[in-house]
């Protein structure tokens, strides 16, 4: 990839909101790698409430729904396994970053309404899922070394990847 | 006469034909959904067999066929649905797309 491009790429992330994840994975700890799954669904509710006042295609909203709905069980059932394994989430430079460049985003879709609102609402829904999803993948799962909390970021996995299709899908059907 | 010889034995040997041909009962297949997966993903079953899903994730699920039907799967439910045609199905979860399974109806 040539510089030039590499540059577009990032401004472009940058752009919507996503800071590319800086982690120095064999610093990340267990009560940090809770935090940082703990915090990505708590921005993404965040970011579905926007969409339940900002838009009226019933696409969208579905989605959203869907994101408030999983992303509440999901951390649930991380504070359930937290609290079984004696893990008290930690912050970090990684959940702050996010955080960051997420509130950032919802202060821009604030401002959106309706068409406007659901392409950047939908293409940062698909960038975020996958922007946690190579996270999970390459650092986070690898990472972590509690079994369980393991086998719940895997799983976690898998739904934050059905969620990226999903939205990629409720993308390209946008008019 | 004719009641004893004749027509007493060809009912009794009707009945037992009838038997003979008599179409297998309706199956109910289940299949798990857990931790973002159908278990088994591929299942076979006949015409007229129902396919029950039991949704053990916190997560609301369905069993969806693109332009077919469509089975919601509340978290902690279930949900069912019979094959009346032969044929192979490839199904999804409308809400997590990277959920699939396949079902092969086969004829009676």
Same mark, same amino acid.
């Given at each position: 990839?040539?510089?030039?491009?590499?540059?577009?790429? &990032?401004? /472009?992330?940058?752009?919507?909101?996503?800071?590319?994840?800086?982690?120095?994975?064999?610093?990340?700890?267990?009560?940090?790698?809770?935090?940082?799954?703990?915090?990505?669904?708590?921005?993404?509710?965040?970011?579905?409430?926007?969409?339940?006042?900002?838009?009226?295609?019933?696409?969208?909203?579905?989605?959203?729904?869907?994101?408030?709905?999983?992303?509440?069980?999901?951390?649930?059932?991380?504070?359930?396994?937290?609290?079984?394994?004696?893990?008290?989430?930690?912050?970090?430079?990684?959940?702050?970053?996010?955080?960051?460049?997420?509130?950032?985003?919802? &202060?821009? @879709?604030?401002?959106?309404?309706?068409?406007?609102?659901?392409?950047?609402?939908?293409?940062?829904?698909?960038?975020?899922?996958?922007?946690?999803?190579?996270?999970?993948?390459?650092?986070?799962?690898?990472?972590?070394?509690?079994?369980?909390?393991?086998?719940?970021?895997?799983?976690?996995?898998? @739904?934050?990847?059905?969620?990226?299709?999903?939205?990629?899908?409720?993308?390209?059907?946008?008019? | 006469?004719?009641?004893?010889?004749?027509?007493?034995?060809?009912?009794?040997?009707? /009945?037992?034909?009838?038997?003979?041909?008599?179409?297998?009962?309706?199956?109910?297949?289940?299949?798990?959904?857990?931790?973002?997966?159908?278990?088994?993903?591929?299942?076979?079953?006949?015409?007229?067999?129902?396919?029950?899903?039991?949704?053990?994730?916190?997560?609301?699920?369905?069993?969806?066929?693109?332009?077919?039907?469509?089975?919601?799967?509340? /978290?902690?439910?279930?949900?069912?649905?019979?094959?009346?045609?032969?044929?192979?199905?490839?199904?999804?979860?409308?809400?997590?797309?990277?959920?699939?399974?396949?079902?092969?109806?086969?004829?009676?």
């Amino acid at each position: 990839m040539t510089f030039r491009s590499m540059l577009s790429v &990032a401004v /472009a992330t940058a752009m919507l909101g996503v800071a590319p994840m800086a982690m120095a994975a064999d610093q990340l700890t267990d009560p940090q790698i809770a935090h940082i799954a703990v915090t990505a669904g708590a921005l993404d509710i965040d970011n579905a409430k926007l969409a339940l006042t900002n838009t009226s295609t019933q696409a969208v909203i579905d989605f959203a729904n869907q994101m408030m709905k999983d992303h509440a069980a999901v951390n649930e059932q991380a504070a359930a396994l937290a609290q079984k394994l004696g893990v008290t989430p930690e912050d970090n430079p990684t959940s702050q970053a996010l955080t960051e460049a997420q509130t950032a985003e919802q &202060a821009k @879709l604030a401002g959106l309404k309706d068409a406007a609102f659901d392409k950047e609402y939908m293409a940062n829904e698909v960038e975020f899922h996958k922007m946690v999803n190579a996270a999970l993948e390459t650092t986070l799962i690898p990472a972590a070394q509690n079994p369980e909390l393991k086998s719940f970021l895997e799983t976690g996995l898998k @739904l934050f990847q059905g969620h990226q299709q999903h939205a990629e899908m409720v993308q390209s059907e946008l008019n | 006469m004719l009641r004893t010889r004749v027509l007493m034995p060809l009912a009794a040997a009707f /009945a037992l034909g009838l038997a003979g041909v008599a179409p297998a009962l309706a199956e109910t297949v289940t299949v798990t959904v857990e931790n973002m997966e159908f278990t088994p993903a591929e299942i076979t079953v006949k015409v007229g067999d129902t396919v029950e899903w039991v949704n053990k994730d916190a997560l609301d699920h369905t069993a969806t066929v693109k332009d077919g039907w469509d089975v919601m799967l509340p /978290a902690g439910g279930s949900g069912s649905v019979t094959l009346d045609t032969a044929g192979e199905l490839a199904y999804f979860c409308r809400f997590h797309p990277n959920m699939t399974g396949t079902i092969t109806v086969t004829a009676n």
